[in-house]
């Protein structure tokens, strides 16, 4: 007799979808079969059983500029929770002088206790640790300590990491069994072209798109991915957002490059044109920036034939009284979709025939959990985490902020419509949500040590 089984669900893998009874015992997945036994019984009939998604690119109570992003860890993971995400993956930056060990325990103390699901960190490099050897000498014990991969950036003043400097901090990762995950734009030009528009009277937040080409984009994918070749570094890139970008992901791949990737919902569903360049223009701001219809379309025809790996969220929001800034260069960059994520894609890809189910499950929980070191997340089968979301095709749902669990006063899919929307969420055995509603405690969520496939 299992502690739980969920009965009559069309389960969704990776691998395909079947019609099968889910057992749990504790916090682990015991058995998949007929007609299982269990002292508690939760009916799936007519509903997708599919491994809880895993977001590997979020930023909750991140502080910029002396701002704090508007999700905390609390409400940011009951968000993610509501909406079939049960890990995400958010950030360590440290301070200059800082060690990464002791920045990672200072993050740590500030998820632990208010988190609902599992999460994870990535370590940042910053311009001050690439440049010293002292710092990066400490990257074997970030990665001991399962913090396994690193963030750098091409772009944004006292982040940015020249060509020499990226190198080194990607030999050094490299050789420490880690992975490099990259913000990638030509950030010293663009630097320049953002200067030139505010001398020219240029303030609207289209400036923000037409200051920040693709193809400075996709040069900078091209420089990080030789330069990860060279150190023997695996590299993911992320938040993919144009047509070039993806051809040099592609590109880097036939060169045996160990290259993946990443784009998130805002670049597969919004537009520069629709969004950027409007009266709520500055709500809309993120880099990279939103594009155009032909890049969207090559995104999810990317996502399908898997030269793109993963669709995460860079959730990073904002209140409007802090996008509503004099001009573009000032607005805070990223915008809300953790909580939307799995059903979007869910309805603009599977719904619309773009992904098959089982490339949903890939894109949004497998794919992510593997190559992030998430050895137990990410799949249904027996020895696995008991993150289990049962989700409701035929459910109609409007996204709004009345309907959300974000903390931001406003998203960027206010009024739209999806069919399809997680009606019950399992985190490591434990029912969380229920009938939609959030029923499981903040602190609950722990942190999850995290390696890489050698």
Request: overall charge negative; glycine content about 8%; some cysteine.
């Amino acid at each position: 007799m299992h502690d739980i089984v969920i009965k009559n669900g069309h389960i969704i893998t990776s691998d395909g979808v079947f019609i099968a009874d889910l057992a749990i015992d504790g916090e682990t997945i015991a058995a998949m079969g007929l007609d299982l036994k269990g002292r508690r019984v939760i009916d799936a009939s007519e509903c997708y059983v599919l491994p809880g998604g895993v977001d590997p690119h979020v930023h909750l109570q991140m502080a910029l500029a002396g701002r704090v992003s508007t999700d905390s860890f609390e409400s940011g993971t009951v968000a993610a929770a509501c909406g079939g995400t049960t890990t995400v993956i958010d950030f360590v930056e440290p301070k200059p002088g800082q060690s990464m060990l002791e920045a990672l325990a200072q993050r740590q103390e500030e998820a632990d206790g208010h988190v609902a699901i599992d999460y994870g960190l990535h370590m940042s490099i910053p311009t001050w640790h690439a440049a010293a050897d002292e710092r990066l000498a400490e990257v074997p014990a970030s990665v001991d300590a399962g913090c396994a991969t690193f963030k750098m950036y091409q772009a944004y003043d006292g982040m940015i990491l020249d060509d020499v400097s990226l190198l080194r901090a990607m030999q050094a990762v490299g050789a420490s069994g880690g992975r490099v995950v990259l913000h990638s734009e030509t950030g010293p030009v663009l630097d320049l072209l953002r200067a030139q528009a505010l001398e020219d009277g240029h303030i609207e937040p289209i400036w923000h798109e037409r200051t920040r080409p693709a193809r400075l984009e996709a040069t900078a994918v091209h420089r990080a991915s030789e330069l990860a070749y060279q150190a023997e570094c695996p590299l993911y890139v992320f938040h993919v957002g144009c047509t070039e970008s993806v051809a040099e992901v592609v590109a880097a791949k036939v060169r045996d490059v160990e290259i993946h990737a990443e784009t998130c919902p805002q670049y597969l569903l919004l537009t520069a044109h629709d969004h950027l360049d409007g009266p709520d223009g500055q709500l809309y701001v993120c880099a990279p920036p939103l594009r155009d219809h032909d890049d969207q379309d090559a995104l999810w025809q990317a996502l399908a034939d898997g030269d793109l790996d993963v669709v995460s969220t860079d959730h990073c929001p904002w209140t409007r009284a802090e996008k509503d800034q004099p001009d573009f260069t000032q607005i805070p960059g990223g915008v809300p979709s953790i909580e939307a994520r799995l059903s979007l894609v869910h309805h603009f890809g599977v719904n619309e025939g773009r992904l098959t189910p089982e490339r949903w499950v890939e894109v949004c929980a497998t794919n992510p959990a593997r190559l992030m070191g998430l050895t137990r997340k990410g799949v249904l089968a027996p020895g696995y985490d008991a993150d289990v979301v049962i989700f409701d095709p035929l459910r109609a749902k409007t996204i709004s902020t009345d309907t959300l669990h974000e903390a931001a006063d406003w998203t960027p899919y206010e009024g739209l419509t999806v069919e399809g929307w997680p009606r019950t969420v399992l985190s490591r055995g434990r029912v969380i949500v229920e009938n939609e509603r959030f029923m499981g405690a903040l602190g609950e969520g722990r942190f999850v040590p995290r390696a890489l496939e050698s």
